[in-house]
């Protein structure tokens, strides 16, 4: 049975208390620091440390006054903590809080998303090898071209997964950046050691470089490495969607008992599953561009990129996250249909064998032009006639000068295309470790 995901798990890193719970751990953090330093009073750190609390309601009741989402918060905690939330805060900036919390919460989701593509990569590792040796017709500009195998499409999407998987842990690596450096990165009013403390005690590194924010290069690489991940998945996608056409149905996503396909025509199976994943790629590609659209800010920051983050952010962990778990689901649930696959592979009369034949002829010495000459107007009589490229090659007197006749029954042979595939596919599989 196939399971519908919901993405709690990263849903909860982008919740207003999960954001609150980081500002109050960084704020926190800082007074320790600072404690640690002599600049603070360890009563003062040890109250702080026992009373700062907050209250999400209260938060968002405060700041319809202030319009400011910092001071509605420190306000709040400062209610709870009394005279000795004079330590809060103190040195720091909005921005210092706000993108730091924010580097968390991607390096929480990224970790959350690092872990959905390893099992992904799983299991079509899996399926991969379960269908190695099952003979599919490739196809170039949607035409039947040579014969593959639907095990070495697999693998290639399990090569491709495992370059995204590399480009997620970059990506997760280079936005674990934190910075405690003031209103424009000068450290006027606390130290880069204190930074560096900080950082630490929230699995951060300090940024080498800063202005009130960090740089959001950082962010645009996050969001286009998503955006990447997420086209692979539509490419996926939209492959199985047309292998589920009627017309050529080598695969079906799993139809539960119970499920219908339309309010209209009880017959229908069609692939809903595919067709969801491939719009909300969109939607995280098109995040990807107004990531990157906030790198140009004004000086050393202006706020125009914040309004958009807040959308962003959380929608393409949370699209990317489903996408991930529910394709990974589908995969497992496939429906594969090898005897159709060797049904399609038979409606091209053997053309798919033209190049084999080319290069036999090549290899007798006739130049490339005519080789290809005497192939093709045999290749357009198969498909006039509706018969196998074969039995047209076997009646050319040009070609039988050329090849023998026991030749080309041997090129044509089901047991030596066969042979051929598998020892490619073999070494392709052992290239690839599986």
Known sequence: MIQRYSPKDMEAIWTDEAKFERWLQLEIAAVEARAEAGVVPREALQTIQEKATFNVDEILEIEKETKHDVIAFLTNVNQYVGPQSRYIHEGLTSSDVGDTCLAMQMRDAGRILLKDVESLIDVLAERAVEFKYTLEMGRTHGIHAEPTTFGLKLLLWHQEMLRNLDRLKRAVDNVSFGKISGAVGTYQHLSPEIEAVVCKKLGLSPAPVSTQILQRDRHAEFLTTLAIIASSIEKFSVEFRHLQRTEVRETEEFFSKGQKGSSAMPHKRNPITFERLTGLARIVRSNSIAAMENVALWHE?????????????????????????????????????????????????????SQTLLLALTGKGLTRENAYKLVQRNAMKSWEHKVQLKEHVLQDKEILDIVSAEEIEQLFSSENILNKLRKSVDTIFARNGL
């Open 301 to 353: 920051r202006d706020i125009s990129h914040s309004s958009v983050e807040r959308v962003i952010m959380p929608d393409s962990t949370m699209a990317l996250c489903y996408m991930l778990r529910t394709f990974t689901d589908t995969l497992k649930h496939l429906l594969v249909y090898p005897e159709r696959m060797q049904e399609n592979f038979n409606t091209s009369y053997g053309l798919t064998l």
